[in-house]
């Protein structure tokens, strides 16, 4: 069974996501695309800030990945995101790569996911 | 109903936008504070805002603060979007100035709601803003005939001369009073001579610009008032406003009757630094010689010299029935 398709490993809800939109598919395109576009540069922009020991840097981005990954219902790598952001606001540094190695994998099939549903909603 | 969505996840922001235009919000995004205050500053601003909490240049909160330092605008509703859920960060939210609040993700039915309770605020406003306007409407006008009322108009005159003498201008204060009006009500009731002054009032509004002041004195005497007027032109203003009440007969449940005026004129640049009140004295002094000499009639009040009657083109005392 496709991811795309609710099989276990599924990273989106879409069940949930279709609601959210309404069953607008023209709408939920939108959001995927804009989900491509921007998720890589946010994810890399948290790798750099964990790298470089900026908490401050590290707690904004995760913010904004955790709202951008709720509003996809992704909600497991949403609350991976919201942990980061408690852990680097509370400038707990040492904690930060161990926590960003875990949301990484999380995500690991998340695009690939969204470019299956893609192709398969595309007529 | 207009709305403004802040935020700077363009995910979110393209989502609320959707779900906003299907409920037929006519919708307005930005992606910063700075905008959103922008936005709302502006004349015709939507009265409705979603803001998210964490935005580049200005937070949510600021936004608040910033749109509620400015009282004389219209009331903005405004919601903030968080994902922040903690206690303190929704007091603070409140506090500064945000109505309401919504946790992120949205539910679309949820925000719709909190929407509506928004409007229902905002229309409550504008019945309590009307209220207040008609209020003060009631307090400076006439109700007879909806001109300035006699305290305002007394203001204004205090307000005008004290301005020409700064720009050494000069303001024109006639003073009219309808001939014989007694006899109008006497012979065809009140409700005939409220109609007449209606008229009166219609008439001498149509013949002034539209920043000249005309008010009800008293029964049936008016205060007009020509800003930055020259002399000459006032003279000749006076006469029009004469003719005005004069030359059309007034119709009437009683049918048409003819109605005249006579009319004491005073130029403030003629009279130095007076008080209103001394002003107003020599001005009803001209506007009484304007009775003895026929009524129907322009006379100016000028200091120490015999009063002069305007030159009246037409023959004074015509009278319509």
């Known amino acids: 069974m496709n991811k795309a398709n609710g099989s276990e490993a599924s990273c989106v809800n879409w069940s949930e996501l279709l609601a959210r939109v309404d069953n607008d598919r023209e709408l939920l395109c939108d959001l995927l695309s804009i989900f491509k576009r921007e998720f890589p540069e946010h994810l890399q922009a ?10 401050a840097l590290a707690a904004r981005v995760s913010h904004t990945l955790k709202g951008m990954l709720a509003n996809m219902a992704v909600t497991k790598a949403a609350d991976y995101a919201s942990r980061l952001e408690r852990l680097a606001r509370a400038g707990e540094i040492a904690s930060l790569g161990g926590a960003f190695d875990a949301f990484e994998k999380e995500v690991q099939g998340l695009l690939p996911e969204m470019e299956s549903y893609t192709a398969e909603a595309r007529p | 109903m207009k709305i403004l969505i802040a935020d700077d996840d363009a995910l979110s922001r393209r989502l609320l936008e959707k779900t906003l235009e299907r409920a037929a919000y006519a919708v307005t995004t930005v992606a910063d504070g700075r905008r959103a205050v922008e936005v709302l500053s502006k004349p015709d601003a939507p009265r409705l805002a979603l803001l998210d909490w964490m935005m580049p240049e200005l937070d949510g909160p600021e936004v608040c603060r910033e749109i509620r330092k400015h009282r004389e605008q219209g009331y903005v509703y405004m919601i903030l979007l968080t994902s922040r859920e903690s206690k303190e960060d929704i007091v603070a939210g409140l506090e500064s100035g945000a109505d309401d609040y919504l946790v992120k993700p949205f539910d679309a039915d949820e925000l719709k709601a909190r929407l509506r309770t928004g409007e229902r605020i905002l229309h409550l406003e504008d019945r309590l803003v009307e209220a207040r306007e008609q209020m003060r409407f009631k307090a400076t006008h006439d109700p007879l ?69 005309v008010g009800r004195y008293g029964g049936e005497e008016f205060l007009t008032l020509l800003n930055n007027c020259p002399p000459v032109s006032a003279l000749v203003r006076a006469e029009e406003i004469r003719k005005a009440i004069c030359t059309r007969p007034v119709q009437t449940d009683a049918g048409p009757l003819g109605i005249t005026m006579s009319l004491g004129v005073l ?18 002094a001209a506007l009484y010689a304007a009775k003895t000499a026929g009524r129907n009639c322009v006379m100016q009040a000028k200091p120490e010299e015999p009063r002069e009657r305007v030159p009246t083109p037409q023959p004074a005392g015509e009278h319509f029935r």
């Open chain 1, 46 to 55: 948290l790798r750099n800030a964990v790298a470089c020991n900026d908490s």
């Open chain 2, 145 to 213: 005939t909806f001109l300035w009322n006699r305290g305002v108009i007394m203001d204004l005159m205090g307000r005008e001369l004290t301005r020409s003498q700064r720009e050494h201008g000069c303001t024109a204060v006639i003073l009219g009073d309808l001939d014989h009006f007694k006899n109008v009500n006497d012979t065809h009731g009140h409700l005939v001579g409220d109609q007449v002054l209606r008229e009166v009032a219609r008439r001498l509004l149509q013949s002034v610009r539209s920043y000249d002041f």
């Open chain 2, 267 to 284: 130029l403030s640049c003629d009279w130095g630094h007076r008080p209103a009140d001394e002003l107003l004295r020599e001005v009803d």
